[in-house]
């Protein structure tokens, strides 16, 4: 991992971090952070996932109940708030109401009262906001947009970028982040950003939103290169599988109905992320197959992104 660096430049350890996880469900993300951050504050509404999250970490430092009761000046100061906000009104599988008509995923403006009322000095250096893709493309990027600006408006420089677990499991499921820093945080800008969009991490979704937020400051940030697959083992059945999808996929793209297309969009995103992987393990054969299909991939995705009736994901 990176170096990361306090508020006030000096270097620390990993573990020595704080964190505040809103919208914690049962506590994912207080679980990935764990290796670097203490989570000093959660907040979930949900009663179940409130149960499983103190199971796992204990209640002392959760409040359960809604984030709109949840005042900022009683939320203790910590180096990073990450806001996991509900995905629904930006999804395809719901009715994209967006951030600003929809009643869940518009508790994104609840989580940035609460850092206005978290005054300046206490306000965290860093902030990420996770959700589905469609955070970044709905109603053409203008939601996002929004969402962009009023933490550039909070004095925070901001990017966005979309990781897909499929980099390190088998399992395509691509997510967006909006991380932001506080200006004036010192942090490894040539480790951390690119000058330019990464192909991996900065796609088209990311892409439009950059062009709608519009904004020379904003951040190409970067992760290190994901491992290298031992696609000679433990993803063998899998790449058997797909080999088949590989064979079957153009027929499937025009006739599907939604749960093909489901289908297809798992196995052409993991096709088209491992390409000279695939065709180095499959031979020539599958290497032009394989060309055509992200092509076709590429076809499918412009289409799927236009039609909001389509499922591509639920969370
Ligand atoms: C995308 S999920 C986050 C999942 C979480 N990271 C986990 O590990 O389970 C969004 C969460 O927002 C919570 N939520 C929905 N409305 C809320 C509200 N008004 N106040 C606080 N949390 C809310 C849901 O209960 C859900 O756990």
Not at 41 to 60: E, L, S, T
Not at 83 to 94: E, H, K, N, T, W
Not at 159 to 181: E, N, T
Not at 278 to 298: M, P, Q, S
Request: hydrophobic share 40%.
């Amino acid at each position: 991992m990176p170096t990361l660096m306090s508020s006030n430049g000096r270097k620390r350890n990993g573990g020595d971090f704080n964190a505040l996880d809103f919208f914690s469900g049962c506590g994912l993300v207080t679980e990935a952070l764990k290796p670097w951050f203490t989570t000093l504050w959660a907040n979930d509404i949900c009663p179940k996932k409130c149960a499983v999250y103190v199971a796992n970490f204990g209640g002392d430092h959760l409040v359960q109940g809604s984030i709109t009761k949840v005042d900022g000046s009683e939320i203790p100061s910590a180096d990073l708030a990450w806001a996991s906000f509900p995905c629904q009104d930006l999804s395809l599988a719901g009715n994209m109401d967006g951030l600003s008509n929809g009643s869940r995923s518009a508790l994104y403006w609840e989580w940035v009262r609460i850092l206005e009322e978290m005054n300046e000095r206490r306000r965290p250096p860093v902030l990420c906001a996770e959700n589905v893709v469609g955070f970044l493309v709905a109603d053409e990027g203008k939601q996002f947009r929004s969402a962009y600006l009023a933490l550039r408006k909070l004095g925070y420089l901001a990017g966005a970028l979309v990781i897909d677990a499929i980099h390190f499991l088998p399992q395509s499921r691509p997510r967006s982040f909006l991380v932001a820093v506080k200006e004036g945080t010192p942090f490894e800008r040539e480790t951390l950003t690119a000058q330019e969009p990464h192909p991996l991490y900065h796609g088209k979704a990311v892409l439009t939103a950059w062009k709608t937020a519009d904004d020379p400051e904003w951040l190409w940030w970067i992760l290190p290169q994901p491992p290298r697959r031992n696609l000679q083992s433990g993803l063998r059945p899998i790449i058997i599988t797909l080999r088949d999808k590989v064979e079957g996929t153009t027929l499937l793209a025009e006739n599907a109905g939604v749960r093909d297309r489901v289908e297809v969009y798992a196995a052409e995103t993991f096709i088209s992320t491992n390409v000279n992987e695939l065709a180095k393990f499959e031979g020539a054969r599958l290497k032009t197959t394989t060309r055509d299909l992200v092509k076709r991939y590429n076809e499918i995705i412009t289409n799927v992104e236009n039609d909001p009736s389509l499922k591509i994901e639920e969370r």
